[in-house]
């Protein structure tokens, strides 16, 4: 007997009975592999088996006629084929999401006799099994269906690339293959969310050109953009463009060698990772010099990339929208054409089109263009009354004009609204912002947008007002400021150490080995274990005996180089938004809303000749940056702390316990110092209790539980954050339905830590036996569950129980349960009320007299503020 074979089209068959010996179909013999089943007989098993077959036979042609070698499958990839696949690919996926059905299939019972109830004669199958065999069988079906879904993803995988590579261009020696970079999968599916056909494209740019195109009266402020390569302007190209607009615009690769649109030369440094994420792209380069796209084009194929009048090569072109000629250039850069030549300049293949590229290139060249011109200033032997040699002043106010046009294009782009808005709504009324600036927590991808938001979104206008009068030293501004250059520094300290070590092949701890070379700290400086390991002095293991000193010289020389804008130690350009690029542009962005203050009506050229006059009297440097947020502080000193604390500090997470300001930068080094000698002390002492005592394993899990509090407790000292019901509700409308945050009376919540600083925060930390119990399946689910399993979350704060844990690192229990039965008591009265009532409930506990001291009553006036800032 034949199932599915119509709906297979013949090709997988399942029997009934024995196999036969030949099988025709269409009158042709066909050599079939014989699967045999288990359970042939039971109907239960039969889609089971049918499903499995479907598996095993789509993976068969995924490996044998898809498989890597692109040149087979293109050879093999007719239009015949293609559609047999995409029939396979539907015919998969209709297998998968109707798989439920098939199980839960009601089963053929026996008529009933007269007279019996019959009410149950229609249950399906699955729900007369036992609970052992239901749950085997609906892990089988929901492993089943995961296959197939699998199978049908890689199959439209190779299928969407094997389209790629047909409309990539054929002939060109510049054009990256999307099969040769590495995220190719990722890159197709997002360029497929938003993806047109060439041909779509290219109508779209003819209507624009027939119907959008703007006047000679719209470019009439533009005269100034002229392209160096073709000596034509805008406007010229714009005429040009229409006039073609019949015979250039046949196909994709004619219309971008034809069609010039006028921007500013710039040099990108492309990655595998920048192909699928635009805003991983690193601007090396922008010059001062315009060009058009078409010449652009061109130069690639020629194998000649454009230079610009200084000789430094800027292959490629971006399209800005400078103050007083928006239309021309806004039409320019929302058309369809350049859309594919962004493409080109982001990931060199014209296929490689996404939305975010758009917005990506102009914020990432205003970042670039803030830090280049710190090139520009006078020697250090200059005096302030010096004049400024003319070629030079005339070549700086040339990159500050592009660096305004490309400021007032990322202000057109950020001020649209959407998720900027909600960022810097954020940044601006979060008291606790900096953790929305790490990659951890969903943060930007690069500091470049969370740049563009503070300067430029509509809801931070209040905060630059006041700044024109007050400067950067506005409180909410100085928080911003520091936040934003402590989270570059950071991510560069990241990038540093993992260049670092590739370079050394080292799999040591590169972090540890450049804050030691920062600091000055040698081995012989660190405090040594005593020879009697058993009774080591109780002084030695706290972080106050250990000395804090620190080589003065040597941080300076470290942070010196660190920040060296030639990339003597590190190659800054590893990153797309430096220091240097977050200090220029927050200060020439001050400068310009106070020159646009006292002079609105001034245009562009005046004010970048003014900016040009600041910069050479030394008016815009990162000093005038330091001396402007940290009044009275050495630049030179805050920089060597801004470099250890990035080291130590890689995230803004690991921030958010606290960190000392860098209004004392003596401080930080003095405490890095004094705990990087307290942890290798507690790991020498480890150690030479791992070699000395290797039988006495108490003494060595003391040692390791006192290094691992040393860490834990930097992100769960004290009191952890509350919540309400509010603040838990609009937290979960932004989580996924299966991990739902639920609040407790007391203000806590139920399985999820509540420390801020904690890598964990807010993450699920049910075990599996938690969500057993939860669900009632757990082997004791027979019972009435009276107490909510936690154990997830207590495994996770361990380490607060430690015998070795003191003081605030201590967990102290019912502290909130019973603060939230007094919490309308004034503070004082109910700091003495919950100590009198914790003394009272854990009188019988051994560390009762060591966890309720001093710092408890202290830590309480901690509680009974949280419990007044969630509302009483």
Same mark, same amino acid.
């Given at each position: 007997?034949?199932?599915?074979?119509?709906?297979?089209?013949?090709?997988?068959?399942?029997?009934?009975?024995?196999?036969?010996?030949?099988?025709?179909?269409?009158?042709?013999?066909?050599?079939?592999?014989?699967?045999?089943?288990?359970?042939?007989?039971?109907?239960?098993?039969?889609?089971?088996?049918?499903? %499995?077959?479907?598996?095993?036979?789509?993976?068969?042609?995924?490996?044998?006629?898809?498989?890597?070698? /692109?040149?087979?499958?293109?050879?093999?990839?007719?239009?015949?084929?293609?559609?047999?696949?995409?029939?396979?690919?539907?015919?998969?996926?209709?297998?998968?999401?109707?798989?439920?059905?098939?199980?839960?299939?009601?089963?053929?019972?026996?008529?009933?006799?007269?007279?019996?109830?019959?009410?149950?004669?229609?249950? /399906?199958?699955?729900?007369?099994?036992?609970?052992?065999?239901?749950?085997?069988?609906?892990?089988?079906?929901?492993?089943?269906?995961?296959?197939?879904?699998?199978?049908?993803?890689?199959?439209?995988?190779?299928?969407?690339?094997?389209?790629?590579?047909?409309?990539?261009?054929?002939?060109?020696?510049?054009?990256?293959?999307?099969?040769?970079?590495?995220?190719?999968?990722?890159?197709?599916?997002?360029?497929?969310?938003?993806?047109?056909?060439?041909?779509?494209?290219?109508?779209?740019?003819?209507?624009?050109?027939?119907?959008?195109?703007?006047?000679?009266?719209?470019?009439?402020?533009?005269?100034?953009?002229?392209?160096?390569?073709?000596?034509?302007?805008?406007?010229?190209?714009?005429?040009?463009?229409?006039?073609?607009?019949?015979?250039?615009?046949?196909?994709?690769?004619?219309?971008?060698?034809?069609?010039?649109?006028?921007?500013?030369?710039?040099?990108?440094?492309?990655?595998?990772?920048?192909?699928?994420?635009?805003?991983?792209?690193?601007?090396?380069?922008?010059?001062? $010099?315009?060009?058009?796209?078409?010449?652009?084009?061109?130069?690639?194929?020629?194998?000649?990339?454009?230079?610009?009048?200084?000789?430094?090569?800027?292959?490629?072109?971006?399209?800005? !929208?400078?103050?007083?000629?928006?239309?021309?250039?806004?039409?320019? /850069?929302?058309?369809?054409?350049?859309?594919?030549?962004?493409?080109?300049?982001?990931?060199?293949?014209?296929?490689?089109? *996404?939305?975010?590229?758009?917005?990506?290139? +102009?914020?990432?060249?205003?970042?670039?263009?803030?830090?280049?011109?710190?090139?520009?200033?006078?020697?250090?032997?200059?005096?302030?009354?010096?004049?400024?040699?003319?070629?030079?002043?005339?070549?700086?106010?040339?990159?500050?004009?592009?660096?305004?046009?490309?400021?007032?294009?990322? &202000? $057109?782009?950020?001020?649209?609204?959407?998720?900027?808005?909600?960022?810097?709504?954020? *940044?601006?009324?979060?008291?606790?912002?900096?953790?929305?600036?790490?990659?951890?927590?969903?943060?930007?991808?690069?500091?470049?947008?969370?740049?563009?938001?503070?300067?430029?979104?509509?809801?931070?206008?209040?905060?630059?007002?006041?700044?024109?009068?007050?400067?950067?030293?506005?409180?909410?501004?100085?928080?911003?400021?520091?936040?934003?250059?402590?989270?570059?520094?950071?991510?560069?300290?990241?990038?540093?150490?993992?260049?670092?070590?590739?370079?050394?092949?080292?799999?040591?701890? !590169?972090?540890?080995?450049?804050?030691?070379?920062?600091?000055?700290?040698?081995?012989? /400086?660190?405090?040594?274990?005593?020879?009697?390991?058993?009774?080591? +002095?109780?002084?030695?293991?706290?972080?106050?005996?250990?000395?804090?000193? %620190?080589?003065?010289?040597?941080?300076?020389?470290?942070?010196?180089?660190?920040?060296?804008?030639?990339?003597?130690?590190?190659? !800054?350009?590893?990153?797309?938004?430096?220091?240097?690029?977050?200090?220029?542009? =927050?200060?020439?962005?001050?400068?310009?809303?106070?020159?646009?203050?006292?002079?609105?009506?001034?245009?562009?050229?005046?004010?970048?000749?003014?900016?040009?006059?600041?910069?050479?009297?030394?008016?815009?440097?990162?000093?005038? %940056?330091?001396?402007?947020?940290?009044?009275?502080?050495?630049?030179?000193?805050?920089?060597?702390?801004?470099?250890?604390?990035?080291?130590?500090?890689?995230?803004?997470?690991?921030?958010?316990?606290?960190?000392?300001?860098?209004?004392?930068?003596?401080?930080?080094?003095?405490?890095?110092?004094?705990?990087?000698?307290?942890?290798?002390?507690?790991?020498?002492?480890?150690?030479?209790?791992? @070699?000395?005592?290797?039988? &006495?394993?108490?003494?060595?899990?003391?040692?390791?539980?006192?290094?691992?509090?040393?860490?834990?407790?930097?992100?769960? &000292?004290?009191?952890?954050?509350?919540? @309400?019901?509010?603040?838990?509700?609009?937290? @979960?409308?932004?989580?996924?339905?299966?991990?739902?945050?639920?609040?407790?009376?007391?203000?806590?919540?139920? #399985? #999820?830590?509540?420390?801020?600083?904690?890598?964990?925060?807010?993450?699920? =930390?049910?075990?599996? &036996?938690?969500? *057993?119990?939860?669900?009632?399946?757990?082997?004791?689910?027979?019972?009435?569950?009276?107490?909510?399993?936690? #154990?997830? *979350?207590?495994?996770?704060?361990?380490?607060?129980?430690?015998?070795?844990?003191?003081?605030?690192?201590?967990?102290?229990?019912?502290?909130?349960?019973?603060?939230?039965? !007094?919490?309308?008591?004034?503070?004082?009265?109910?700091?003495?009320?919950?100590?009198?009532?914790?003394?009272?409930? =854990?009188?019988?506990?051994?560390?009762?007299?060591?966890?309720?001291? +001093?710092?408890?009553?202290?830590?309480?006036?901690?509680?009974?503020?949280?419990?007044?800032?969630?509302?009483?």
């Amino acid at each position: 007997e034949l199932e599915g074979s119509s709906f297979m089209r013949g090709t997988c068959v399942l029997f009934r009975g024995p196999a036969p010996r030949r099988l025709y179909i269409d009158g042709v013999p066909c050599a079939v592999e014989i699967v045999p089943t288990l359970c042939p007989v039971a109907r239960p098993s039969a889609p089971l088996e049918l499903g %499995f077959a479907l598996e095993r036979l789509a993976q068969k042609i995924k490996v044998t006629t898809i498989g890597c070698a /692109s040149s087979s499958f293109k050879a093999a990839a007719t239009p015949v084929m293609q559609q047999r696949l995409q029939e396979w690919i539907s015919a998969l996926r209709c297998w998968a999401s109707r798989l439920n059905d098939f199980m839960v299939a009601p089963l053929p019972l026996p008529q009933p006799e007269a007279g019996t109830d019959t009410r149950h004669q229609n249950i /399906s199958f699955v729900w007369t099994m036992g609970p052992a065999a239901r749950a085997e069988h609906i892990s089988r079906r929901r492993g089943l269906a995961n296959g197939l879904r699998r199978t049908t993803n890689i199959i439209e995988d190779t299928l969407r690339l094997q389209k790629a590579s047909e409309q990539e261009p054929g002939a060109l020696a510049w054009v990256k293959r999307v099969s040769n970079m590495r995220f190719s999968r990722d890159i197709l599916k997002r360029a497929s969310k938003t993806a047109v056909s060439d041909e779509e494209l290219l109508e779209a740019f003819r209507v624009q050109l027939r119907s959008a195109a703007p006047s000679a009266e719209d470019c009439a402020g533009a005269g100034w953009l002229s392209s160096s390569a073709s000596g034509l302007s805008a406007q010229q190209h714009l005429s040009q463009a229409c006039s073609l607009e019949g015979v250039a615009l046949c196909d994709l690769q004619t219309a971008l060698y034809s069609v010039g649109m006028v921007g500013v030369q710039v040099r990108c440094v492309r990655t595998e990772a920048s192909n699928v994420e635009p805003w991983l792209l690193v601007v090396d380069y922008v010059s001062s $010099c315009f060009a058009d796209t078409a010449s652009a084009a061109c130069a690639l194929d020629l194998g000649t990339p454009l230079k610009d009048r200084g000789g430094r090569e800027a292959p490629d072109v971006a399209v800005l !929208m400078p103050r007083g000629s928006e239309q021309p250039s806004r039409w320019a /850069s929302t058309s369809a054409l350049y859309q594919a030549y962004l493409a080109v300049v982001f990931a060199r293949n014209p296929i490689c089109r *996404l939305p975010a590229q758009r917005a990506a290139l +102009p914020i990432l060249i205003w970042v670039k263009s803030a830090e280049q011109l710190l090139s520009f200033q006078p020697p250090a032997d200059a005096t302030a009354g010096d004049e400024p040699p003319p070629a030079k002043i005339a070549s700086l106010t040339a990159s500050c004009r592009v660096h305004l046009a490309a400021s007032h294009t990322t &202000r $057109c782009f950020v001020r649209e609204g959407g998720s900027w808005k909600q960022l810097a709504k954020h *940044l601006l009324e979060d008291e606790k912002f900096a953790a929305a600036l790490t990659e951890a927590d969903d943060g930007p991808q690069s500091m470049c947008i969370a740049l563009a938001a503070v300067c430029h979104s509509p809801v931070m206008d209040g905060l630059w007002e006041d700044a024109t009068k007050e400067g950067l030293a506005a409180p909410r501004l100085q928080k911003l400021a520091l936040a934003l250059l402590a989270e570059a520094v950071s991510r560069g300290c990241r990038k540093l150490c993992r260049s670092r070590a590739a370079e050394v092949q080292n799999d040591g701890d !590169m972090q540890k080995q450049l804050l030691w070379a920062a600091l000055g700290i040698t081995q012989a /400086s660190v405090l040594q274990p005593s020879e009697d390991l058993e009774h080591e +002095p109780a002084e030695r293991q706290k972080r106050e005996s250990h000395d804090d000193a %620190f080589n003065l010289q040597k941080a300076l020389s470290c942070s010196s180089h660190f920040f060296a804008r030639d990339g003597k130690y590190f190659n !800054m350009g590893l990153t797309n938004c430096t220091p240097y690029g977050v200090v220029m542009s =927050l200060l020439l962005h001050l400068a310009v809303s106070r020159s646009m203050k006292e002079a609105p009506d001034d245009s562009d050229e005046r004010l970048a000749a003014r900016l040009a006059s600041q910069l050479w009297r030394r008016e815009l440097s990162p000093k005038a %940056f330091i001396q402007a947020v940290l009044p009275g502080t050495d630049p030179k000193l805050v920089t060597a702390a801004l470099y250890v604390q990035g080291l130590r500090y890689q995230s803004a997470r690991a921030r958010t316990a606290g960190v000392v300001p860098l209004s004392e930068p003596e401080r930080i080094l003095r405490e890095l110092a004094q705990e990087q000698r307290h942890l290798a002390y507690l790991q020498s002492w480890q150690s030479a209790l791992q @070699n000395a005592c290797a039988g &006495r394993e108490r003494e060595l899990r003391s040692a390791a539980r006192r290094a691992e509090l040393v860490e834990f407790s930097a992100a769960h &000292r004290g009191f952890p954050r509350l919540f @309400n019901a509010k603040e838990v509700s609009d937290l @979960n409308l932004s989580r996924p339905a299966d991990d739902q945050l639920e609040l407790m009376s007391n203000g806590l919540l139920l #399985h #999820h830590c509540c420390y801020p600083a904690c890598k964990m925060y807010l993450k699920d =930390l049910h075990s599996q &036996r938690d969500r *057993l119990s939860q669900q009632g399946q757990g082997p004791k689910s027979q019972k009435k569950v009276s107490v909510v399993r936690r #154990h997830g *979350l207590f495994k996770h704060l361990a380490p607060m129980n430690y015998p070795e844990a003191t003081g605030d690192q201590r967990y102290v229990p019912l502290v909130h349960s019973i603060g939230s039965m !007094m919490k309308t008591k004034p503070a004082q009265a109910f700091a003495t009320s919950v100590f009198e009532a914790l003394e009272t409930q =854990l009188k019988d506990r051994r560390f009762v007299r060591e966890a309720l001291q +001093p710092w408890l009553r202290r830590g309480l006036l901690e509680v009974h503020a949280e419990f007044e800032r969630i509302g009483r």
